[in-house]
């Protein structure tokens, strides 16, 4: 069974970049038809996919970040890494990584991290 653990700052200032690592246990980030996403909730509102990254390492992003957004991977770590460049205060939310066999699949979930932007 994949496992998911998120992991970041916790606390990050307006205009800088949110870094957040989710380190994946159980299976190998590479394993054929795996896609790994981040998807995160602004308090109070619904959840909002952000982008994924794929088996084969190829990305896909939501469109609506206009590209703020990257996401890596360190397949010998069995990680993947979001970074969020130029944060607003509308970046705070808690920080899900997410998996399943589908760009839009999410069959295992990371128990998220909280992040706020602050001066």
């Known amino acids: 069974q994949v496992q998911l653990q998120e992991s970041g700052p916790g606390l990050v200032k307006p205009s800088q970049t949110l870094s957040l690592t989710c380190t994946v246990s159980?299976?190998?980030?590479?394993?054929?038809?795996?896609?790994w996403s981040w998807i995160r909730q602004p308090p109070g509102k619904g959840l909002e996919w952000m982008g994924a990254i794929a088996y084969s390492g190829i990305t896909y992003y939501n469109p609506s970040l206009k590209s703020r957004a990257s996401i890596t991977r360190n397949t010998s770590k069995k990680q993947f890494t979001l970074q969020l460049s130029s944060v607003t205060p509308e970046a705070e939310a808690v920080y899900y990584c997410?998996?399943?066999?589908?760009?839009?699949?999410?069959?295992?979930w990371g128990q998220g991290t909280q992040d706020t932007v602050s001066p």
């Open positions: 997410s998996s399943g066999r589908g760009w839009f699949i999410f069959d295992y």
């Open positions: 159980g299976y190998s980030i590479t394993t054929d038809y795996y896609y």
